[in-house]
């Protein structure tokens, strides 16, 4: 399912061209992860699409939903930030891809029972502990490189 067609079903003021500030005045706008599985669940649920909507199925819905977005920048060569050259068709459908790889991660987070959004926060905390600032700030380094460097360390 073309998840870009069911936000414009369920949003549609919000998917004009991604260059674009959101409409002024939405009262959808901004939106919480929350509202977003909300208007997914009853979008699945008018349709009587809770039935195909097992976590199985819904990964791989996600996985196809990141290939879409992959083939956007493919055979590009490196893309800098803020996509320069790309054309306002080009961002709208970047946006849409983005949006479909989000729709799909909300729901299925949902039917999975994960709070999402208090994951990516854990997450963030996490990775906060695994990443410190002083240890590794301009560095690219995966974090067991700072771990095995602070063991060295105190070995000495
Ligand atoms: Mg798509």
Known sequence: MDQGAAAREILPEATSPQTAAPPAGDPLLPVTLGELQ????SFAKDRDWDQFHSPRNLLLALVGEVGELSEL???????PRGLPGWTPPEREHLGEELADVLLY????????????????????????Q?????????????????????A?????
Not at 131 to 144: E, F, I, L, M, W
């Open 38 to 41: 909300e208007l997914q669940a």
């Open 73 to 79: 920048f493919q055979w590009r060569g490196e893309v």
């Open 105 to 128: 991660l909300v729901r299925l987070a949902d039917v999975c029972g994960v709070d999402l959004g208090r994951a990516a926060l854990r997450k963030l905390e996490k990775n906060a």
């Open 130 to 150: 695994k990443y410190p600032v002083d240890a590794c700030r301009g560095s690219s380094q995966k974090y067991t490189a700072y771990q095995e460097a602070e």
């Open 152 to 156: 060295e360390g105190s070995k000495s």
